[in-house]
């Protein structure tokens, strides 16, 4: 199995709203990323967690906030954004050091 | 910094044609390359990871090469087909970091 799956699937939210995205992986591996993608861009990485612990943030404004739980688990707590943060966000996979990356399929995010 | 290009931008071709999409980087201190394909509005899809030991790397029709020396990845596509159209990314893993530093794309259409 390598799959790496996300919910929501599509998030409309307001900017005085709360919400979380979830990502969710079973392969075993131990690092996990948070992904930004605006539209016919590449992505840009967010966040890395390796062995549950945050190693690199790449200096994304503290209206996001990630969380991993486990090993298994990882969440982004969005709150107070604005409409330039709509975008999709795209969680990622892979053992740490030199593994490929599995991405999920996102979670397209619209901010009114 | 490390600087990952992709020529061309976009291609268009009918189908059953072979072709090759090409990817550069200024620095060839990476771990690896990762070729991935995008549908529009979809996650990614890891096509094939080249170590920076290997030279190339096939998967049915796909058939990527990596030339650390020059700087050089090619993803080559055998009997291209309508289901093949999509973007095509490629991305190095930076030494030391665990940062996959993405090319733009590129956009390929197959006309049937």
């Known amino acids: 199995d390598t799959e790496v799956t996300q919910t929501p699937k599509h998030l409309v939210m307001g900017m005085t709203n709360k919400k979380s995205l979830k990502c969710e992986q079973h392969?075993?591996?131990?690092?996990m990323y948070w992904y930004k993608q605006k539209a016919k861009k590449p992505p840009e990485l967010m966040f890395v967690?390796?062995?549950?612990?945050?190693?690199i943030n790449e200096s994304v404004p503290s209206r996001f906030s990630p969380e991993c739980p486990n090993s298994s688990l990882l969440n982004l707590h969005l709150h107070a954004l604005q409409p330039e943060d709509s975008a999709l966000y795209l969680c990622a996979s892979s053992q740490p050091g030199r593994g490929r990356q599995y991405f999920g399929p996102g979670t397209r995010l619209l901010v009114l | 910094k490390q600087e990952v290009t992709q020529i061309p931008a976009a291609l268009s071709v009918p189908e059953g044609e072979n072709l090759v999409l090409n990817c550069s980087f200024t620095?060839?201190?990476?771990?690896?390359l990762q070729w991935f394909r995008q549908d529009p509005g979809k996650g990614l899809t890891s096509l094939l990871l080249?170590?920076?030991?290997?030279r190339e790397q096939t998967s049915g029709r796909l058939n990527a090469s990596l030339d650390k020396s020059s700087g050089r990845s090619t993803l080559y596509i055998a009997a291209s087909q309508p289901g093949d159209s999509a973007t095509y990314l490629c991305a190095g893993l930076i030494q030391g970091a665990q940062k996959l530093v993405f090319g733009q794309g590129t956009r390929l259409t197959i006309n049937p």
């Open positions: 967690y390796s062995y549950e612990k945050l190693s």
């Open positions: 080249i170590q920076s030991s290997q």
């Open positions: 620095d060839s201190a990476i771990y690896n």
């Open positions: 392969m075993g591996h131990r690092a």
